[in-house]
């Protein structure tokens, strides 16, 4: 169908979760790090002028379990978990790993952060 909407080849999912003033644990947007604040904006408007945004769908989330690591932001399809994040790096994935086809490994999150994911029917009960 023409002028339909295309199926999207990547979602960007980046996690917007911000951990109370005060609080210890760390999270991907942080009172004390302005940067943090703008990432998903930042993301947005790259796609954007990159004229990709139709293609690539950003998905602002809740907590995605790698406070540490944070910011992060997860590209599927191939479950790349992203971390450490500022917009430099963020605009070398999009431009390297979005259009490029390769992952920037260096921001790739470490193995044993992460590892090989276990199939659902292998835990069920």
Known sequence: MV???PQPAFYIFKC???APPGMPKPSCVSQNDPESQQLFQHLA???M?????GTVQPVQTGCLNRCQQGPVMLVEPGH???VGLTKEKIDR???E???GGNVVQEYVIPEE???EPISPSAMAR
């Open 3 to 5: 002028g339909s909407i």
């Open 16 to 18: 917007q979760q911000s």
């Open 45 to 47: 408007q790259s796609l």
């Open 49 to 53: 002028m990159k004229g990709i945004i």
């Open 80 to 82: 790349t978990m992203y």
């Open 93 to 95: 994935i999009i431009e």
């Open 97 to 99: 790993h979005i259009i």
């Open 113 to 115: 952060m992460w590892g």
